[in-house]
């Protein structure tokens, strides 16, 4: 029984790690396999197999989700995200009841099984149940999208602060080019002037996080 009751109408912070912390979003199918499934599992009621559905064209995919989203409501609205090797980061606000609980059984079974047969293994793939944070501010909503964007960087696993703009596997080049693609950017984005303006307060805060991220490290080593 999770502790934490998922709201209909709240934001969390969603995340979870491989098992033994191996790193599982390298390969470049998994981590758009990964992609698309966010895309897909977030409907309310899908009427076509994943299987059909990721042989489609982007233009036919995002019609067949507009079209969806017309006729239900969608389990959750997606507001960014990041998929790091051995984790991933997903800030989900729940539109359905148990909205964020079926999306995430839907997507972490559907990804453990493509890792499986992609990687030739058996057995889990991630650290059983996902951890979920609530959102309760939006002082606090602003800082966790940022954190989120961050992590690539902080991480190390992007070494310069630039290069992080072009970061394929994260939310944050659909704020800086106010182009909506996976994410609803508009609750975010609302709070600053334009997506430079974001920029600027993702940077501000990059080396920062990237030192307690080493130091954190350092800690535990």
Not at 4 to 11: A, D, G
Not at 28 to 41: A, C, G, H, K, P
Not at 134 to 157: A, D, W
Not at 198 to 210: D, G, I, K, M, T
Request: aromatic residues 14%; charged residues 25%; proline residues 2%.
């Amino acid at each position: 029984m999770r502790k934490l009751p998922l709201v209909t109408n709240h934001i969390y912070h969603i995340f979870n790690k491989a098992i033994d912390n191996k790193p599982i979003f390298l390969d470049r199918r998994i981590l758009q396999r990964t992609i698309d499934s966010i895309n897909y599992y977030g409907n309310y009621k899908t009427q076509v197999r994943l299987s059909h559905f990721l042989n489609w064209s982007i233009k036919r995919k995002n019609q067949y989700l507009k079209d969806s989203a017309n006729k239900s409501k969608n389990l959750i609205n997606l507001l960014s995200y990041c998929l790091m090797p051995n984790h991933y980061h997903l800030l989900l606000e729940q539109k359905s009841d148990n909205g964020i609980s079926k999306f995430m059984g839907n997507f972490q079974n559907s990804i453990s099984r493509y890792i499986n047969t992609v990687s030739n293994r058996k057995g889990y793939v991630f650290q059983g149940q996902f951890k979920a944070v609530i959102i309760e501010t939006n002082e606090q909503l602003i800082h966790v999208s940022r954190y989120i964007h961050l992590n690539p960087y902080s991480s190390f696993f992007v070494k310069n602060i630039e290069d992080l703009k072009q970061f394929k596997w994260s939310s944050l080049n659909e704020y800086i080019s106010r182009q909506k693609i996976l994410c609803d950017i508009d609750l975010i984005l609302s709070n600053f002037k334009n997506g430079n303006d974001y920029w600027e307060f993702v940077e501000n805060q990059a080396e920062y996080q990237r030192k307690l991220e080493e130091i954190k490290h350092l800690t535990l080593e």
